[in-house]
Every structure is written in structure tokens, then in C-alpha cells.
């Protein structure tokens, strides 16, 4: 049965003197419960049909094929290869340079992909914050306090040409490119605007100057499926051992 709750508060407030001076004295608040059986507003229903048969129309449509099941795991997934290769190829192509390595916060993946044809609607349910694609150029030491926080968290996505072991909660035998992180060298990387403005405890990247163009992560998403899709490719990534853990 559908069922919700909306909740009413109530703020009691005392008025204090002719300058308005308000303290809040007491907050109250009750819940009502909204069923199927519920009594429905028929004019605003029928206001809203057109914008509703609109949007399921554009949610509906099929931009892609997923030829396996994709969820969300650590320290790897196919889902998280999947968010960080787009993030990964979508990034050179907006932004025309070359970049060593693309991210994806755990925390953001909030849903999955079904084995079966994937839908606008499916994307803005992976996908549905606001965030930002960015570039930053950072130290490889600030890379490797970086990697440090992942693998503490368990191990977050990494695009393709990254690798590294988790033992100890840190990050050891990173390769980027086939190469070992270099301390002092300067490494491109793309990431969500979320991260890189220090969001899920990544300090170390807050104050490093970004590059941004607007570009939504979500759209990069739906452009990297549609351009499979145009060659031809259906959705299909798998483990490859990008991250693993090794204790």
C-alpha cells in the first residue's frame, strides 16, 4: 500500500515590546497520514497532467542496453567502473585535455543498473545530485592522501589506468597509467565538485583550483551511454581489479 506522512509544524513565538523582538518558546508538530484511499485534488491533478505525461515521456526513454545487472560494491564494482570511465572520457572531451584519473564518492552511487535497456529516468536515479564534473591538478603526494581516504572507506571507483591495493586502510602499489605515483608530480584529475570542494572528508583537495565548465556529472552519464549506444556498444563493465584489498 502507498503510504506517506506530511508533516505540520507548529512554532509558538512570544513578541516582546513594539521592536518585534521574537523568541521561540515551543515548536510542535504533527503528522498526517496520506493513503491510496486518500481524498485526491482533481484540479490539481489535472493541472499537473500535462507537465507529468511530459516527464514520464522524456524518463521513459531508452538511451542504452545494459548487457549485465550493475550495483554498487567495494572495493570494486562494474557499476563504479562504469561511473568513473564516463566521468573519465566525458571530462577529456568537454574540457580537451588529457587527464590521469577520474573519481567517484561511494557514498553518491544511490541506485543501480538493471541487465536490460537503460532510461533517462534510470540515470537522474544514479545520479540524482546537481554535481558538477571538475578538473584539478594536484601533487601526487595530495593523490596519495587522496587514495588514502578512499581505501580508508573501503575503496571508492577509480577509472581505468588506476590501480591500487588497500591493506591497513591505505593506499599502497598505486600505478596511474601503468606508472607508481610520483610524490612531486603534477597529476590532472577530474572529479565531482562535491569532492573537490572537500565534501565526504576529502580536506586535502579544498583551496586546489578547479576548472569547471557547468558541466553536470548526470549529463556526462547520459552522453557516455548515448555514444556507446551510437557505436553500437551496449553498457558492460565488470571488475578489473582496479582497486583491491589485501589484507
Known sequence: MFRKFLSVLGISVLVVSCHTTQTLTTVQYRDYQIENQSKKDTGLINLLAPYASRLNSSMNTVIG??????????????????????????????????????FMNQGGIRSY???GNI??????????????VVIQKIKGSVLQQ??????????????????????NKKAIDITIQGKPLEPEYIYTIAN?????????DCAMLRGIPQISKGYLFR???LEFVTEMTKQGKPVDFSIENRVVNVN
Open 192 to 200: 565531482s565538485d562535491y569532492v573537490a570542494n572537500g565534501g565526504s
Open 119 to 132: 532510461t533517462i529516468g534510470k540515470i537522474f536515479e544514479l545520479m540524482p545530485f546537481d554535481n558538477l
Open 65 to 102: 542496453f545494459a548487457s549485465r545487472p550493475m550495483t554498487a560494491k567495494q572495493p570494486e564494482s562494474g557499476l563504479g567502473n562504469f561511473m568513473a570511465d564516463a566521468m573519465l572520457q566525458m571530462a577529456e572531451e568537454k574540457y580537451g585535455i588529457k587527464i590521469d584519473g577520474a
Open 219 to 221: 549529463d556526462a552519464l
Open 146 to 167: 587522496f587514495l588514502d581516504k578512499t581505501a580508508a572507506d573501503g575503496g571508492w571507483p577509480v577509472s581505468s589506468g588506476i590501480r591500487l591495493h588497500i591493506k
Open 113 to 115: 543498473i538493471p541487465q
